[in-house]
């Protein structure tokens, strides 16, 4: 009994590290994606702020 114990506190540790690990993972990807928008958003908004600058000065 202490071995199928021993076993399966064994798995369910390998088992929950994985779990965190591709949690991690997801996680820095999540943010990844979020600084890129958030990025893309600031370069448009740049864009379009001299963009109306342009035309104000006409």
Request: hydrophobic share 30%.
């Amino acid at each position: 009994m202490e071995t199928l114990r021993s076993a399966l506190q064994r798995l369910y540790m390998t088992r929950a590290s994985a779990y965190r690990d591709i949690l991690k993972s997801f996680i820095e990807g999540y943010q990844e994606g979020i600084q890129q928008i958030m990025d893309k958003n600031e370069a448009s908004s740049k864009a379009h702020q001299e963009g109306n600058t342009d035309k104000n000065l006409t």
